[in-house]
């Protein structure tokens, strides 16, 4: 079953069609960074009405190209649920008419769920993740732990107070002065940074909830950098940002190993599956294993590669074959 995926919850329009919820036949991925940059974060009405125009251009291409090539489109899935509202609809409204022309049917899909599936589209896994499982997703609007009985049963044992992770990486980031988004340039600066220069408190430490919060790591970023930077002569500069993003960055993943081990106790799952764009982050995924590790758990961890971390048309096409009739 050929399942054409529709993507537009934030920054990126994309488009994929997906054989049997993991083969893709093809795909298309237009991102929208560069017109957002200069406002430093996503602008949501910006945003749906960039969706709308690449839809319109590259949507009809995309949908005649693999007609041309002889597929068929079985169904039309659609992120929705989550996202910036504006930009959602537009993929919706799109969907939706989608659907009624090509007569049929139309499966929308919660994309943060479908932020997990990047493993299962991604052709770099031979073996893929076996159920039951935890989920862990880490995204610019999510930080939540789900246990998954199977790819529709699942429930969410933890979420965010306040901030998502992607969030306050973005944030920081802007404190520091990086160009938005602020998650691979925070991880790009740490590389020269001395992750233990500065003491941040480790969010939710001595909180026995599976709850993540960031709103307190990045104030404490903020003091410290209101405080500090002033001192820092220019040429020092570089690494004063280099020992804040190293610090900030692994007191997070600190904080999430710390729930991710406390979830694996308490579920008893011996599998983990990331998503989200902050999984693309390769110090996430080193603190993850030593820190699992040291607690001794056995687990299997599947994090997908770098493009099936992002916003993509593909995890929702993947996705919905679950739910397909
Ligand atoms: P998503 O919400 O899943 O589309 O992912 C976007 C979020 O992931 C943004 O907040 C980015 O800053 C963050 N992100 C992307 N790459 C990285 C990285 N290498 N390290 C940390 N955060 C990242
Ligand atoms: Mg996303």
Not at 50 to 68: C, R, S
Not at 108 to 115: E, K, Q, S, T, Y
């Amino acid at each position: 079953m050929n399942i054409l995926g529709i993507e537009t919850t934030c920054d990126e329009t994309s488009l994929a069609l997906v054989a049997d919820g993991q083969k893709i036949i093809d795909e298309i991925t237009v991102s929208q960074i560069l017109k957002h940059q200069p406002y430093g974060g996503v602008v949501p009405d910006l945003g749906a009405r960039e969706h709308l125009t690449n839809l319109t251009q590259i949507g009809g291409e995309f949908i005649t190209k693999l007609k041309n090539a002889g597929h068929s489109i079985d169904a039309v899935a659609v992120a929705a649920k989550v996202g910036l509202p504006p930009a959602v609809q537009v993929g919706e409204a799109y969907a939706a008419g989608l659907s009624k022309s090509l007569n049929v049917p139309l499966i929308p899909v919660n994309h943060v769920l479908a932020h997990l599936w990047g493993v299962w589209v991604d052709p770099t896994f031979d073996e893929k993740p076996v159920f039951p499982l935890l989920g862990l997703i880490v995204s610019g609007g999510h930080t939540q732990l789900i246990s998954f009985d199977s790819p529709t049963e699942y429930e969410i044992i933890g979420d965010t107070l306040d901030d998502a992770v992607g969030e306050a990486f973005d944030k920081v980031a802007s404190m520091l002065k990086l160009p938005y988004p602020g998650g691979p340039q925070i991880e790009e600066n740490a590389k020269i940074g001395d992750s233990q220069a500065i003491d941040f408190p480790v969010p939710m430490k001595d909180d026995e909830r599976l709850r993540f919060s960031f709103s307190g790591l990045k104030t404490a970023v903020r003091t410290y950098i209101d405080k500090e930077r002033p001192k820092i002569l220019p040429e020092m500069e570089k690494f004063f940002v280099a020992d804040v993003a190293a610090s900030f960055q692994d007191v997070a993943f600190q904080a999430i190993a710390n729930k991710v081990n406390q979830a694996l106790k308490e579920t008893g799952h011996k599998t983990l599956v990331i998503g989200g764009g902050v999984a693309a982050n390769q110090r996430l995924v080193d603190v993850l294993f030593r820190e699992i590790a040291n607690a001794g758990h056995q687990f299997d961890l599947f994090v997908p590669s770098l493009k099936y971390c992002t916003d993509n048309g593909s995890l929702i096409a993947g996705y919905a074959f679950n739910y397909a009739e």
